[in-house]
């Protein structure tokens, strides 16, 4: 049997073939399959191997089996050899559908009278493949017109716009998902016992350098009274902790330590600890922050603390 292509082609062929299959399907990121997971150049490595032992085993068998041939059998496979693509069935047909060609003896019966300074026209029919390809053009062209402007087909303007639509809220329910995506306009106050727990351990294990294991104030303010030098409620002392205090003075800025997910568990704990009145407290620094959203019988409440602290 005739082999299209020679082993030295067809060898590197079907093995890229594999790895790109694999590279395609495969979720690597942004690191090459065979690279991130080293299973994968195992595969790939004893792939080729055996591709190579195969094509080995084929040609010994190929071989063995010309050998065993009579010398009739021997020139009829060679007569194989030497049949070109060109003159099977198969081409011929596909030829015929595509290209409409007559032979160079019957170029008289095609020339036309025009004579252009000895220069003549053959009047030669269009290629097949081209009036075919014209022909569906028409039919695709009336498709168009009755589906985008006939049934009022949405056109790719309007695809585009309600893909983007359809992104925005799949964008909005991610973040409503993923914690690490809260900044200080979007975090909000957490009150389940889970979160202040986690809260405690990043506050035990970063803050009690500076603000004592009670939150009752060293080197750092107190944080249990409701004086508070950056403002208070969630979203300030968010923003405290992640961009740091005063310029010189102030506490450093965790942004680069802590997620975002984690900052809001300790600025929640750290609330939880408002009147909890530690031994022997530092005196209270700043003012007392007033929520401006809060409920006014609560903002009445907050002002009236404040009169007393100021008494």
Same mark, same amino acid.
């Given at each position: ?159 585009? $716009?309600?893909?983007?639509? !359809? =992104?925005?809220?799949?964008? *909005? %329910?991610? &973040?409503?998902? #993923? ?112 929520? $401006?959203?809060?409920?006014? !019988? =609560?903002?009445?409440?907050? *002002? %009236?603390? &404040?009169?007393? #602290?100021?008494?």
């Amino acid at each position: 049997m005739k082999k299209i292509l020679p082993v030295y082609l067809r060898v590197p062929i079907i093995f890229f073939a594999v790895f790109l299959a694999m590279e395609y399907f495969i979720d690597s990121g942004d690191r090459p399959a065979f690279l991130k997971y080293p299973m994968i150049s195992v595969f790939l490595a004893v792939f080729l191997f055996l591709l190579i032992a195969i094509e080995m085993v084929v040609a010994a068998v190929d071989n063995v089996t010309y050998h065993l041939l009579t010398e009739e059998q021997r020139r009829q496979l060679e007569e194989a050899k030497e049949v070109k693509i060109t003159d099977s069935k198969l081409y011929k047909k596909i030829k015929k559908w595509l290209v409409k060609d007559r032979p160079i003896e019957e170029e008289g019966e095609l020339l036309l009278s025009h004579d252009y300074d000895g220069i003549k026209e053959l009047d030669n029919d269009l290629p097949p493949w081209w009036t075919k390809l014209f022909y569906a053009c028409i039919v695709f062209a009336f498709i168009y017109l009755a589906k985008y402007h006939i049934f009022g087909h949405d056109d790719q303007t309007k695809e585009f $716009e309600t893909e983007m639509a !359809e =992104a925005k809220l799949a964008v *909005e %329910e991610y &973040k409503k998902t #993923a914690k690490d995506l809260i900044d200080a306009e979007t975090v909000t106050l957490l009150t389940d016992a889970g979160d202040i727990a986690a809260g405690k351990a990043v506050f035990q294990t970063n803050c009690i350098a500076c603000h004592r294991p009670d939150a009752g104030g060293a080197i750092g303010p107190n944080l249990t009274d409701n004086h508070w030098i950056l403002g208070g409620g969630i979203k300030n002392v968010f923003h405290t902790i992640t961009e740091g205090g005063r310029d010189g003075k102030g506490m450093v800025a965790w942004k680069g330590t802590l997620k975002p997910s984690e900052i809001q568990q300790v600025a929640s704990y750290v609330l939880s600890l408002q009147g909890s009145n530690p031994k022997d407290p530092k005196p209270a620094e700043g003012e007392v922050w007033v929520d $401006e959203n809060a409920p006014k !019988e =609560a903002g009445a409440k907050t *002002e %009236e603390a &404040k009169t007393v #602290a100021q008494n």
